[in-house]
């Protein structure tokens, strides 16, 4: 079946992996990030292709849950892959944010609806059936990066309310409040996650081949924690929003601080991994967990700065947007000609 293009694209279909939405978040957050510093011409195309990806990866799940139901299935008991499914969650909040941008807020507020609703059914079916109800013990042997993708998908819930609270007079109140609790569960989560994997670490041998890219998710959920509370903190004055606005924003300059010292622990480790213990790094999908970090730290950054009168942090958010533009692009690339080698040119005997 897997030696004609039909046949290498059901396959893939088959194989996707759940955690290919962020693409979508990696593309979105670095549009944002350029329609923040004025680059309309490069936010516009993210954005096309944020949308794009977003469809398409819709499409390609719908069909995977048809034809392939058991291999959808059995990912959700999957600790290296269940986790995955967050990124639609986030993906679809980072689409809606940037909408946003542009002013669609009613279409804004349904992707909120949407996400929420998937947040709510993932955040108690994931974590029991991937981690909780395994019948093997310790639970912790399985913690790995992917894992803190459960808390950037309850900040991305946090940042899309934050965002459209000012435009929805009516429901102001029920935003804030929505923004504030996700926001709280996303730091309960990060906290938890992070002593889950660190017992991991420390328990068990930690080999190169275990360094994974989504590690760098570790860092991208302290960003996007950055980032919504900075956008709490602009919110119109809601009761929910004076109670907390002073307290989130200064935690959210301790997680800057935070996100900022893991960088130079995750370019270690990648260096140990891929140079000194020669690991390749082939084309997997996992691969935009690590450009949507990158990404999400800029932005964080640049709100940050702006939230908070923090001209520096919003320097460094600048800057740092650059390197996540090019890292993309790389990625975008290594992705499209991995995608024409493994489904469009015809298998060689």
């Given amino acids: 079946m897997v030696d004609t293009v039909s046949g290498r694209a059901q396959e893939a279909v088959r194989t996707l992996n759940p955690g290919y939405f962020a693409l979508v978040m990696a593309s979105?957050?670095?549009?944002?990030?350029?329609?923040?510093?004025?680059?309309?011409?490069?936010?516009?195309?993210?954005?096309?292709?944020?949308?794009?990806?977003?469809?398409?990866?819709?499409?390609l799940t719908v069909w995977?849950?048809?034809?392939?139901?058991?291999?959808?299935?059995?990912?959700?008991?999957?600790?290296?892959?269940?986790f995955g499914f967050f990124t639609f969650v986030a993906g679809t909040n980072v689409l809606a944010t940037r909408l946003s941008v542009d002013d669609f807020h009613l279409a804004a507020a349904v992707l909120l609806v949407i996400s929420f609703v998937a947040w709510l059914f993932l955040g108690y079916?994931?974590?029991?059936?991937?981690?909780?109800?395994?019948?093997?013990?310790?639970?912790?042997?399985?913690?790995?990066?992917?894992?803190?993708?459960?808390?950037?998908?309850?900040?991305?819930?946090?940042t899309v309310a934050a965002t459209i609270e000012p435009e929805f007079d009516s429901a102001?109140?029920?935003?804030?409040?929505?923004?504030?609790?996700?926001?709280?569960?996303?730091?309960?989560?990060?906290?938890a996650v992070g002593v889950l994997v660190s017992i991991r670490m420390l328990t068990f041998a930690l080999a190169p081949e275990d360094l994974t890219p989504p590690y760098w998710v570790s860092m991208g959920a302290l960003a996007i924690t950055v980032l919504a509370g900075a956008?709490?903190?602009?919110m119109a004055d809601a009761p929910m929003v004076a109670a907390t606005r002073g307290l989130i924003a200064g935690l959210a300059v301790v997680f800057w601080a935070f996100a900022t010292w893991l960088i130079p622990v995750l370019v270690a480790?990648?260096?140990?991994?891929?140079?000194?213990?020669?690991?390749?790094?082939p084309w997997d999908a996992t691969i935009w967990s690590v450009i949507f970090p990158l990404g999400m730290y800029a932005v964080a950054g640049i709100y940050l700065g702006q939230a908070d009168s923090l001209p520096v942090v919003g320097h460094i958010g600048s800057a740092e947007l650059w390197v996540a533009f090019v890292a993309w692009v790389v990625a975008a690339v290594s992705m499209l000609v991995h995608l024409w080698r493994s489904i469009v040119r015809p298998a060689t005997g």
Wanted: aromatic fraction near 12%.
């Fill in 28 to 59: 979105g957050i670095i549009s944002i990030g350029m329609r923040l510093n004025g680059f309309h011409v490069f936010s516009v195309v993210l954005l096309t292709v944020c949308a794009m990806a977003f469809v398409v990866l819709i499409v």
């Fill in 64 to 82: 995977r849950i048809v034809v392939y139901r058991n291999d959808f299935t059995n990912d959700f008991t999957d600790p290296a892959r269940g």
């Fill in 125 to 158: 079916v994931v974590p029991w059936t991937s981690a909780l109800g395994r019948a093997e013990r310790p639970v912790t042997r399985y913690a790995n990066g992917t894992w803190f993708i459960w808390v950037v998908a309850s900040q991305s819930v946090a």
């Fill in 172 to 191: 102001r109140r029920e935003l804030a409040l929505l923004a504030v609790i996700s926001w709280s569960v996303g730091i309960i989560l990060y906290v």
């Fill in 231 to 234: 956008r709490i903190v602009e």
């Fill in 269 to 281: 480790a990648g260096w140990w991994r891929h140079v000194i213990h020669r690991v390749p790094l």
